[in-house]
């Protein structure tokens, strides 16, 4: 019998059968061209060559058909991901479609990961941020997914993870997407409770006064400026008999004026978005219990803007922060760091096995690695490496990056134990690297910098203009097997 599962406004259809539906989709590899029954013309005409992505929709009798390309590589998640996104944007006009590619990618990938990535790329492709807008578009008529799915799949544990990951993904979307006049560090931090509400993670929030309790220099010194207090978001999952811990980080300045160290009007527009690996975080717990994972997982979100008030910290002022260690000012649009120093100490204090940090850090590590790349930083060769293969399952793309010991001495101060700065114009994100490195103790750490990826000036299949989400799949994947 088939099976019928309904996520996020869609019905999901799985099993052999043959349901009327107003568009069939077919993966097409280059080999199969000339055997795919399409008039040769039509495909000429739309130069379709079957290439990964390219899409062609044929009509006969009534029922459209999708042709999505497949290329020449074997199936892989992010590709299955990909195509049924591809596949959505291709029908969402319409009321149903039916699909093969679960199937047609047992094989490669198993059964259970296909449909979980089927049901992912269709809900991540959906998409929209529309809460502002005084006349939102009329929402996609797409409604029913057909999936064929072979005998022995526990489809209500994949739609559980898919729409889990998928929902994850879609609140750090919004929390991005949203203004920063309308998203203060409280707002943030009651949209992490509102999200694990009735869930299995413990959540708590400290307010300015155990922010201060907790002696949290680095967020204070940030927070100054501004007339909205601070919060810190910690959230946990413990499951019975977990042995290993990891925690992961956020930094969460939900808008960024530069401080007294003003940016410009133009470095200011996008500044709602600075609070990227906070959203990544508290995405990740949103999800965290449809994942599941066997180990204890914290995160940390350090959340405030940065304001150039009148009580605003100063270039030259210097901060202790929760470890002890006492930072010379010299920029204070270089805030996020200073809030990491906090909770990357708070996190060092649970002698875990992994930290994780996420930060829209650095301008420097767009200019090298452009709007889609993460840079990566770490200590531990096996840490970095986890995390590099749980980016490539969640098609997130990073790059490993050095911590030259040999930078570190520009992090040296005549008044203090160590600068927010580097000196000069260069090196900028791995200097910013040696800087966070100071507060993780030896235990092993990554940081991800999601300057560029946090948000996307080009609409894709899988996501629309705006935040993207990135980090709450590779924390997700990573969670899964540490």
């Known amino acids: 019998m088939p099976i019928t599962f309904e996520t996020s406004g869609f019905e999901f259809v799985s ?15 280059p080999a199969g061209l000339e055997s795919a029954g399409v008039d040769e013309v039509l495909l000429k005409a739309n130069e379709f060559e079957a290439k990964p992505g390219q899409k062609l929709v044929t009509s006969t009798g009534g029922q459209a058909t999708v042709l999505i390309g497949l290329g020449d590589d074997e199936a892989t998640r992010a590709s299955i991901r990909e195509r049924a996104a591809s596949m959505y944007g291709a029908v969402s006009s319409l009321e149903s479609v039916s699909s093969a590619l679960v199937v047609e990618s047992a094989d490669a990938v198993g059964a259970q990961s296909a449909l979980e990535s089927a049901i992912e790329g269709v809900l991540l492709a959906s998409y ?55 998203l203060r560090a409280a707002d943030l931090a009651a949209a992490a409770v509102a999200a694990v509400e009735g869930s299995a993670v413990d959540i708590e929030v400290w307010d300015v006064e155990r922010i ?53 009007g133009e470095g200011m527009m996008n500044m709602k978005t600075d609070m990227g690996g906070a959203a990544a975080v508290v995405g990740t717990a ?64 649970m002698e875990p096995d992994a930290i994780v940090d996420l930060a829209t850090l650095t301008g420097a590590c767009v200019v090298a690695l452009g709007m889609d790349i993460a840079g990566l930083m770490g ?31 520009q992090l040296d101060s005549d008044v203090a134990d160590l600068k927010n700065i580097g000196a000069g114009r260069w090196g900028g994100t791995l200097t910013a690297g040696l800087f966070l490195q100071e507060f993780v103790d030896e235990h092993p750490w990554v940081h991800l910098d999601i300057a560029g990826p946090a948000a996307t000036e080009e609409a894709s299949e899988v996501c629309p203009k705006g935040g993207t989400g990135f980090g709450v799949r590779t924390l997700l994947e990573l969670v899964s097997e540490f």
């Open 15 to 29: 099993g052999d059968m043959d349901v009327p539906v107003a568009a069939v989709e077919r993966g097409i590899a």
């Open 128 to 182: 929209r941020f529309e809460e502002l807008k005084g006349s939102p578009k009329d929402p996609a008529a797409l409604s029913r997914v057909v999936l064929s799915v072979p005998d022995g799949v526990d489809t209500d544990a994949a739609v559980e993870r898919a729409s889990g990951v998928a929902s994850g993904v879609a609140l750090a979307r919004d929390l991005v997407n949203r203004p920063g006049g309308t």
């Open 212 to 264: 201060r309790e907790e002696r949290l220099g680095g967020l204070l010194a940030v927070n100054a400026g501004s007339v909205h207090e601070p919060r810190l978001i910690k959230w946990s999952w413990r499951p019975d008999g977990a042995e290993r811990t990891i925690v992961l980080v956020g930094k969460g300045i939900t808008f960024d004026t530069g401080g007294l160290s003003l940016k410009p």
């Open 286 to 349: 949103a999800a965290i219990a449809a994942v599941a994972p066997n180990c204890n997982v914290i995160g940390i979100a350090c959340c405030t803007d940065n304001q150039p008030g009148p009580t605003a910290l100063m270039p030259g002022d210097v901060f202790t922060a929760r470890n002890g260690k006492t930072v010379e000012v010299l920029n204070t649009d270089a805030e996020g760091r200073l809030v990491l120093a906090d909770g990357l100490s708070l996190a060092a204090e």
């Open 379 to 409: 200590n531990d060769d096996d840490l970095v490496e986890k995390v590099e293969e749980a980016a490539a399952a969640a098609s997130e793309q990073v790059w490993h990056l050095p911590l030259p010991d040999k930078y570190r001495k």
